[in-house]
């Protein structure tokens, strides 16, 4: 290793022994791919993000908790990944646009960060849980009734994917005859993996800027107004950059939580296979995804801000550094694995590191879970019949190095009419109804995880 920052060419891990994120041992299995990187390097392996890109994954469940809660050695703000900032990344590299720094809180830290959340936060607490439920049950059976005729659909496609952005529309304020445009800018932002690619563009921040003037006139009882009206008095631009993260964060994580938990509880339908030997009821394998296939899978980024050895890797400060977030929630320092019979058995059910940890830890845990298992429950309870249409290895996922999750969800069910068997009841609730606490894991042994260089 040179002086602070750089990296002498002919040492350089990260660049000659990265694994891809991508291709087929990835998309195949990709925890078998994070058994063999923990074997071979401990808990920071090199691995490309895409070709052109490396990173170092962290695999280690404590050593995730400890980057994520320094947060002044491990910043967040990737305006400090030297690779982009000193154009090392060869020319047309497709860098996820989830990584590229815009203003506001998706990157905020510090004071800045403290206080945009802190609205966040008082914000979402003001949510009414029930009136939350009925949002999503009333669209959820709408959904359903747009395909439950045909006998078979798309649970993904037609479903988890669009009831998350709907939810959040509402709970947003947005008025109910804008609510198709502003979903179709929502999912077309989600679905333009790259800035430039088709379909990116600004129509969502259009639709944010208008929704939150409006709100700013006319105040009602929605997450836009509560935020307008802190009493931190944020300006415009401050209150759109919330929204904007908390589409970008919630929409997609959430779609996937939902989509994950389906595809459990589905094959649990079929005689024989594993899930239905398990049992699994909805809050279980909502608990199994965030276990096992976490959303947010390798997707919370960090820069360090010092060389610093970590595990085996020598890590320099502006490299960047990706949570495995599903490798850690299966670090056999757990005495886990990543199978088994449901959540029983886990070393804390609640443990897992699917919302991430430290200052940056998903403050909508509680609206996430409202909105997968109310989903599940819903598209459950009307659905008779229902099973896989295709084998469940064949389930293909996004090709994504941060949130592989499922591409398509196919399934065949009895053919019903819309409005058929509509509940006035709630279907589920909730499992918890405080959000999972922060890890509280304290391994005596491992106190001096990182050292600077
Ligand atoms: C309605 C749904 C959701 C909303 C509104 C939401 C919102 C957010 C926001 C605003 C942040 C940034 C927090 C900050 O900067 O302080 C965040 C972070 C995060 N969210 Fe969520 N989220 C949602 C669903 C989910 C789901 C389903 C998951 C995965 C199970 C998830 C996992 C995470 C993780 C891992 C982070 C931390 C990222 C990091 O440390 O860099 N979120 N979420």
Do not use: K
Request: aromatic share 6%; proline share 10%; with cysteine.
């Amino acid at each position: 290793m040179t002086d602070h920052g750089e990296r002498d060419a002919a040492h350089t891990p990260v660049t000659t022994e990265a694994v891809p994120l991508f291709g087929e041992d990835f998309g195949g299995d990709p925890h078998a791919l994070y058994e063999r990187l923990r074997r071979e390097w401990g808990p920071v392996a090199p691995v490309l993000l895409v070709p052109g890109l490396p990173a170092w994954l962290i695999l280690g469940y404590y050593e995730v908790v400890g980057v994520c809660r320094a947060s002044r050695l491990f910043s967040r703000d990737t305006r400090l990944w030297a690779d982009l900032r000193d154009g090392h990344a060869p020319p047309g590299t497709a860098v996820p646009a989830g990584l590229l720094y815009r203003p506001g809180l998706a990157f905020a830290e510090g004071d800045e960060h403290t206080r945009l959340r802190r609205c966040l936060t008082d914000a979402l607490e003001r949510l009414d849980p029930a009136s939350t439920m009925r949002h999503t049950q009333e669209i959820a059976e709408e959904l359903i009734d747009a395909f439950s005729p045909e006998g078979r659909g798309d649970l993904v496609g037609q479903y988890a994917r669009l009831l998350p952005p709907y939810v959040l529309a509402r709970l947003l304020g947005v008025p109910e005859n804008g609510i198709g445009r502003f979903v179709a800018a929502v999912t077309h932002e989600e679905a333009a993996p790259h800035p430039g690619s088709p379909g990116s563009g600004d129509a969502l921040g259009r639709e944010l800027a208008a929704l939150v003037q409006a709100r700013r006139e006319e105040p009602t009882e929605d997450l836009t107004s509560w935020l307008v009206g802190h009493p931190a008095a944020l300006p415009d631009e401050a209150v759109t950059s919330v929204l904007h993260t908390v589409l970008r964060r919630g929409d997609g994580p959430t779609a996937d939580l939902l989509s994950g938990a389906l595809r459990r509880l589905v094959h649990g339908r079929e005689p024989g296979s594993a899930e239905a030997a398990r049992g699994l009821d909805v809050e279980d394998a909502i608990d199994e995804v965030l276990w096992t296939d976490p959303p947010v899978q390798n997707g919370a980024a960090r820069v360090p801000t010092h060389d610093a050895l970590l595990g085996r890797a020598e890590i320099v400060a502006g490299d960047l550094m990706l949570m495995g977030i599903a490798a850690a929630n299966a670090d056999p320092v757990l005495g886990r694995g990543t199978t088994g019979p449901g959540v029983s058995g886990r070393s804390g059910r609640r443990a897992h590191l699917a919302w991430g940890a430290g200052p940056y830890r998903c403050p909508a845990q509680r609206l996430a879970r409202q909105i997968a298992s109310v989903g599940a429950g819903v598209l459950l309870s009307r659905l008779t019949g229902l099973r896989l249409e295709v084998p469940p290895e064949r389930l293909e996922r996004r090709a994504s190095p941060l949130a592989p999750g499922l591409d398509a969800l196919p399934v065949l069910f009895e053919p019903a009419p819309a409005n058929a068997a509509r509940r006035a009841a709630p279907v589920v609730e909730p499992a918890f109804a405080e959000p999972d606490p922060e890890p509280e894991f304290v391994n005596p042994f491992r106190q001096s995880w990182w050292h600077h260089s």
